[in-house]
């Protein structure tokens, strides 16, 4: 043995904290196991993550996956401390996107990269996720917590989202048969969800408005808590409506407005008719148009303008979507209709005038 007098170097002498890794592990199993539901145990620590899909009760099953992120976003959380809202925001860009298959949630899993691993924050971000999944109805089985030096500017983070649901193979959407005459039905959204923020936060700087400023667009709100309101979760509903039998598609309006994401559901050879006054805003999106100067074109192919959520039914089973939408809590709005063209694919056209509150 030599006496160099040195000891040798450890994994924390490059910056990575094995215990507090451990630390953050041992914060998070409650809030996982909360998320239990069939067919998962929602068990942390192992290699993998089992689930019975015979336990959820499918009998002939397709499966559906998504991954996300918040985007910029995250930006705003970073810099003011609040942490316990991503999370949402993160299960909920994955779940919609399943639903929208006619896929119910089965489980979640997440990837948290940091710089230096503050369990504090990180411990917020999960409650969040966890949150996020008992509103979706789905298991928080596992994730990664990666601590990378060097990587992330001190107290930054980023987050990505991984989420499997099952269909049974006949219930797959969108339908083969959606046609000229059928309603579109819009669900609000909680604002500007998880989307645009690069645009959002250059607005924020235009107006010259703090983080903690007064919101001029949501009162009793500071702008922070207001564009950190989290994107909402449309599945437990979403599935209501489809138990009825009437939804024949559905769209999860996010990054590209209604404008980008309807035409993504309906067949070539038809027409999207969208009522701009058929629902009013919320004043968020009414701020952003006169801050920016925004034409109306280019909001409704950056924001969702107040639609998170929209529904292709048949007009005789309209009522029975509602009611059932309702019946969770939703107010769905009649705000659009299916219509033919010649051919070419299918495209959203805009009738009426925004109402803008």
């Not at 336990?55 to 397709?62: N, S, T």
């Not at 999860?252 to 309906?266: D, K």
Request: negative net charge; proline residues 4%; contains cysteine.
């Amino acid at each position: 043995m030599t006496g160099s007098g040195k000891s040798g170097l450890t994994y924390a002498d490059a910056g990575v904290d094995i215990a507090a890794g451990n630390a953050l592990v041992d914060a998070i199993k409650p809030l996982a196991k909360a998320t239990r539901r069939s067919g998962a145990d929602a068990s942390l620590g192992g290699f993998g993550a089992l689930f019975d899909l015979k336990a959820a009760g499918f009998r002939d099953p397709v499966l559906v996956s998504s991954t996300d992120g918040v985007g910029t976003k995250l930006l705003i959380a970073i810099e003011t401390g609040r942490h316990d809202t991503v999370g949402i925001d993160l299960v909920a860009m994955c779940v919609n996107d399943l639903v929208v298959q006619g896929a119910e949630p089965l489980f979640f899993l997440d990837y948290f990269a940091t710089g230096k691993l503050s369990v504090e924050a990180a411990r917020d971000v999960v409650k969040g996720i966890a949150e996020g999944c008992s509103q979706a109805g789905c298991a928080l089985v596992g994730g990664e917590t990666a601590e990378m030096p060097g990587m992330y500017a001190a107290g930054h983070f980023d987050l990505a989202g991984f989420s499997v649901g099952a269909v049974e193979r006949d219930a797959v959407l969108p339908r083969a048969d959606v046609a000229e005459g059928d309603l579109i039905l819009g669900l609000p959204a909680s604002g500007f969800h998880s989307n645009g923020y690069s645009l959002v936060r250059r607005l924020v700087a235009e107006a010259g408005l703090a983080w903690n400023d007064p919101a001029p667009f949501a009162d009793g709100q500071t702008v922070a808590e207001a564009l950190l309101s989290p994107t909402r979760i449309y599945v437990r509903a979403a599935l209501a409506a489809i138990r009825t039998g009437g939804v024949k598609a559905l769209a999860h309006i996010t990054g590209g407005g209604i404008t980008e994401n309807l035409p993504r559901v309906l067949p070539e050879g038809t027409v999207a008719e969208i009522d701009l006054g058929a629902w009013t805003p919320p004043a968020c999106f009414g701020w952003a148009r006169e801050t920016g100067r925004m034409e109306a074109g280019e909001m409704l192919r950056t924001f969702n303008m107040g639609l998170g959520m929209m529904l292709v039914v048949a007009p005789e089973t309209a009522d029975a979507v509602r009611n059932a939408l309702r019946g969770e809590g939703e107010a769905p709005v009649v705000c659009g209709r299916i219509v033919a063209r010649e051919d070419g694919p299918a495209v959203v056209r805009y009738t009426g005038e925004v109402s803008w509150g």
